[in-house]
């Protein structure tokens, strides 16, 4: 069973601060999002990770993949309030169909909880 | 290019009431993914349909629930004879290919009381 691991939980920041958020997978894969959700709203997708060393910029935030090491990384460069939210990474490990094709099966972490300070 | 539409966005049932939640995929996706938030966790995955056939449901509890995907109209979650423990935020998601991106609606939060 592919179990998909985030740390920290929570993540307390100061504004203009950096950090990273580590998102842990057990099986290979070599398909990984990132979404942020905020509270009460649905998932925003942020990055889209379809190989191995993908790297993937989106204002202060930039996603990468190490399939290898079954490791995703988001980190957040400069951090202002509005990015206080909770991200969620997601792997996609596939799962076939009675024909055999390949379908899309998302396993979430558990959410880092984002809170940026001025 | 409307999203993918769910609804209601609240529902209140009291305990044994059946709830029904719908979800409307975006224009051309003809793949459906069901996903439950309890509170203060992930998301984890409990059906995925295309159209008129369940082609995994090792996520949905064995009792109680049920989905299907006409070839008319929205996918339908039923859960039937609710308990409290069904209380959380239930996503759906829609996709284009089968093992294309999701892309996920604004969810259904079931209060049971």
């Known amino acids: 069973e592919l179990k998909v691991e985030q740390n920290p939980l929570f993540l307390s920041m100061q504004e203009g601060k950096n950090y990273t958020i580590y998102c842990n997978y057990s099986?290979?894969?070599?398909?990984l999002y990132w979404y942020r959700q905020d509270p009460g709203k649905s998932l925003e997708s942020l990055f889209v990770?379809?190989?191995?060393?993908a790297v993937k910029q989106e204002g202060r935030l930039m996603a990468s993949l190490d399939t290898k090491a079954r490791l995703s990384t988001l980190h957040i460069t400069a951090a202002v309030h509005d990015l206080s939210a909770t991200y969620f990474c997601?792997?996609?490990?596939?799962?076939?169909?009675?024909?055999?094709?390949?379908?899309?099966?998302?396993?979430f972490g558990q959410g880092t909880i984002l809170t940026v300070h001025p | 290019n409307a999203g993918v539409m769910q609804n209601p966005r609240h529902l209140v049932r009291r305990r044994g009431q059946e709830a029904r939640l719908r979800c409307s995929p975006m224009?051309?996706?003809?793949?459906v993914y069901w996903y439950r938030q309890l509170p203060e966790e992930g998301l984890k995955f409990m059906v995925y349909?295309?159209?008129?056939?369940?082609?995994?449901e090792s996520g949905m509890p064995k009792e109680r629930f049920s989905a299907e995907f006409p070839k008319e109209g929205p996918s339908i979650l039923r859960i039937q004879q609710v308990v409290r423990g069904d209380s959380a935020a239930y996503f759906c998601?829609?996709?284009?290919?089968?093992?294309?991106?999701?892309?996920f609606g604004p969810g259904t939060r079931l209060t049971v009381l």
């Open positions: 224009k051309g996706h003809s793949h």
């Open positions: 349909l295309q159209k008129e056939n369940i082609i995994d």
């Open positions: 099986t290979t894969s070599d398909r």
């Open positions: 997601a792997v996609d490990m596939g799962s076939k169909n009675a024909g055999g094709t390949s379908y899309g099966k998302l396993t």
């Open positions: 998601a829609s996709s284009p290919h089968t093992f294309g991106e999701q892309f």
């Open positions: 990770l379809l190989s191995n060393g």
